[in-house]
């Protein structure tokens, strides 16, 4: 399974930007999905995940209310909404999945990885 991350850029606090994932085969249409985020000199944190049918979410506690993640499975693809951003958003943004995970959020085990895309926001 290979997944590519998309929608990165920069923008302005208080903006908003749209992080999509797509993955390249269906069967991660059955796997945990989900994003995580590295800042310079910090480790890889968890952000959000969704089950494989999109009835459980989470979140880390930083963007609760301010972002959303949503997939839709017909088009291998995995959402990140980010509204409301702040400086402290500004990371890396992998994609993850994870092909165990039945519910719960996910963590640094996953199985696969994207490359990452860059978030920058000004203050």
């Known amino acids: 399974v290979q997944l590519v991350e998309s929608g990165g850029g920069f923008v302005e606090a208080g903006g908003s930007l749209r992080l999509s994932c797509l993955a390249s085969t269906r069967f991660a249409t059955h796997f945990a999905m989900g994003w995580f985020r590295q800042a310079p000199g910090e480790e890889r944190k968890f952000v959000a995940s969704?089950?494989?049918?999109?009835?459980?979410?989470y979140y880390a506690d930083s963007v609760k209310g301010r972002f959303t993640i949503s997939r839709d499975n017909a088009k291998k693809t995995m959402f990140l909404e980010m509204n409301n951003l702040k400086p402290e958003d500004t990371a890396v943004y992998y994609c993850?999945?994870?092909?165990?995970?039945?519910?719960?959020?996910?963590?640094?085990?996953?199985?696969?990885w994207g490359q990452g895309t860059q978030v920058t926001v000004s203050s």
């Open positions: 993850a999945a994870d092909s165990t995970l039945i519910l719960g959020p996910m963590n640094l085990g996953s199985d696969y």
């Open positions: 969704i089950t494989w049918d999109g009835g459980a979410v």
